[in-house]
């Protein structure tokens, strides 16, 4: 095993190879331009964070301060599968957190996110709808938090499932 390199890009190449070894097309996930991400992560912290001026408009762990309503669940093995059961809105703004905070902000086809997931390792992302109606967060910890009445109604379905929540 070679020497270890950080760099601030690490997730960012993860997701790119992801991209390139699944045949993924551009119009299905694809990095926002250099002028625009900026403004939608403010837009995100401005609708779904208690607190303004969060950590500069970043959303390194915006997750503990979500705006009610909010759900977090737990202990569910390869939770981002169940992204699919979520997210019924088609495209949607994914928010992945590299190395540095650093924040990479892509335009997504929600059935396209769980499988660039499967093919990276683990790291923190939020995914938020174009309309900013909702936000969920997979955070360092595994636990699967959201913001917004459709994805708090959702994964409340989700958690009355036995055979999801083995109840």
């Known amino acids: 095993m070679g020497d270890f390199n950080i760099t601030n890009h690490m997730v960012r190449d993860e997701i790119e190879n992801a991209i390139k070894l699944l045949g993924i097309d551009k119009s299905e996930f694809q990095e926002v331009g250099k002028t625009a991400w900026q403004g939608i992560i403010q837009?995100?912290?401005?609708?779904?964070?208690?607190?303004?001026?969060?950590?500069?408009a970043n959303?390194?762990?915006?997750?503990?301060y979500f705006r009610e309503p909010r759900i977090s669940i737990s202990s569910l093995p390869?939770?981002?599968?169940?992204?699919?059961?979520?997210?019924?809105?088609?495209?949607?703004?994914?928010f992945a957190e590299d190395t540095f905070d650093k924040m990479w902000v892509?335009?997504?086809?929600?059935?396209?996110?769980?499988?660039?997931?499967?093919?990276?390792?683990?790291?923190?992302?939020?995914?938020a709808?174009?309309?900013f109606e909702?936000?969920?967060?997979?955070?360092h910890h595994g636990y699967l938090i959201a913001s917004g009445e459709k994805a708090?109604?959702?994964?409340?379905?989700?958690?009355?499932?036995?055979d999801i929540a083995g109840g």
């Not at 708090?152 to 036995?162: A, D, G, P, Q, S």
């Open 43 to 56: 837009k995100a912290v401005d609708t779904f964070l208690k607190i303004p001026d969060f950590r500069y």
């Open 59 to 64: 959303l390194h762990w915006a997750w503990q």
């Open 134 to 139: 909702w936000i969920i967060c997979e955070n």
């Open 152 to 162: 708090v109604r959702k994964i409340n379905e989700l958690t009355k499932r036995t």
């Open 78 to 94: 390869e939770i981002y599968l169940l992204l699919t059961e979520v997210i019924d809105d088609d495209k949607v703004w994914f």
């Open 129 to 131: 709808s174009k309309k």
């Open 106 to 127: 892509y335009e997504a086809k929600s059935k396209v996110i769980p499988q660039i997931l499967g093919e990276t390792s683990h790291f923190e992302y939020y995914i």
